[in-house]
């Protein structure tokens, strides 16, 4: 496909992403400071704003899903995306590795740092109640993760912890998830001086 046959960027597209990217964001911040996460909440997803990302975005910005999802309808791929998981370590494609040649596979999930766990889990929260916008609920992460496991090459270490706080969630609702992810994960760590291995 030539770039000429890619929809334009416009003015009002390129409105509409900055809002839904900026919303996102400030959400995710908001949810890893409650657990305190303040350095990643305020890092949080700061390539959308790249060009790379943030032309890609508003060419394909729909504003009902993320833009990744229609590029990737359009061209097989997205552009976007391979720039993001590159660059945010919150995405467990981040800790996708090649494997040395003999092994019989070409690639292995490694294991997370349960400190971008924990913001994979706030990013999940955050995109689900931007895109569903009234529709969330705080079942909402726990089955988007459950529709889309089946294609999901995460450690199983990564995914377990992660499911773990996605039922916690929806089971307890969203003030007793945040503050089990704070009081049991976050804060012993940091509180102990292993926040360097956490």
Not at 100 to 124: H, L, N, Q, T
Not at 178 to 189: E, F, H, N
Request: aromatic share 12%; glycine share 8%.
């Amino acid at each position: 496909m030539s770039e000429q046959e890619l929809p334009p960027v416009t003015w009002e597209n390129l409105k509409g992403h900055l809002a839904t990217i900026t919303k996102h964001k400030m959400l995710v911040m908001q949810l890893c400071f409650r657990v305190g996460l303040y350095s990643q909440g305020l890092r949080h997803d700061l390539s959308k704003y790249t060009p790379a990302e943030l032309v890609v975005g508003a060419r394909f910005y729909q504003g009902t899903r993320s833009p990744n999802a229609a590029e990737r309808d359009l061209r097989g791929f997205t552009e976007a995306w391979l720039h993001h998981k590159g660059r945010n370590r919150h995405h467990f494609e981040y800790w996708i590795d090649i494997i040395p040649e003999g092994s019989g596979k070409w690639s292995v999930a490694a294991p997370m740092p349960m400190r971008y766990i924990v913001e994979m889990f706030c990013d999940r929260i955050a995109a689900c109640k931007v895109y569903q916008g009234e529709a969330y609920t705080d079942a909402s992460p726990l089955e988007y993760f459950r529709r889309n496991r089946r294609n999901t090459r995460m450690h199983p270490d990564t995914m377990a912890a992660l499911e773990g706080m996605l039922e916690y969630l929806a089971e307890n609702g969203e003030e007793r998830a945040l503050a089990a992810v704070r009081d049991q994960i976050v804060g012993p760590r940091w509180c102990f001086g292993e926040f360097a291995r956490f």
